[in-house]
């Protein structure tokens, strides 16, 4: 058996600790904010948070978040008032939206650790994160308002 602590509250999971934590959230926890995108981790839509670091749901464990914490975007704030999803909707980001709950988990790792990271550090730490709508200026613009509040 597995225990994790999946937005703050305790799981367990009986399963193959070898799932890939992505179906651990969606399938098992019932939160489908994050998305199955490629699946090799190249794409960045399923990325949550484990200890506050963002990782790719698809391609890390139920076993390697065992003990830890998971955030995903349900998590991030209860009403949604996370200063990225703020800047989200200010700037009117989305397009399809189907990348965005990975995008502003990547978006909202990288401020926790870096809260006024440059242009180039936001685009360098972003870069993992694909959007076939190509919304990158206002991903860069939302995560820089964000930082600066603005």
């Known amino acids: ?18 799932t890939p934590l992505l179906w651990f959230v969606r399938d098992e926890a019932g939160l489908t904010g994050t998305k199955y995108g490629c699946g090799a981790g190249l794409c960045g839509a399923c ?4 200890d ?3 990782v790719r749901g698809c391609q890390t464990t139920v076993a390697d978040a065992a003990g830890k914490s998971v955030t995903t975007i349900e998590g991030l704030s209860a009403d949604g008032s ?26 909202s790792a990288l401020l926790a650790a870096n809260p ?18 190509g919304c990158y200026q206002r991903i860069v613009d939302a995560v820089r308002a964000a930082s600066t509040g603005a």
């Not at 990325?47 to 484990?50: E, P």
């Not at 700037?91 to 990975?102: K, R």
């Not at 440059?118 to 694909?130: A, H, K, T, Y």
């Open 82 to 107: 996370h200063p990225v999803q703020q800047a989200w909707r200010d700037l009117n980001v989305p397009q399809c939206g189907f990348c965005q709950s990975g995008q502003i988990m990547q978006a």
């Open 52 to 54: 506050g670091v963002a």
């Open 116 to 133: 006024k990271p440059s242009d180039q550090e936001i685009m360098d730490s972003m870069q993992g994160n694909i959007c076939r709508c």
């Open 47 to 50: 990325t949550v948070h484990l």
């Open 1 to 18: 058996m597995v225990t994790l602590r999946v937005n703050g509250v305790e799981q367990r999971f009986d399963g193959d600790p070898n």
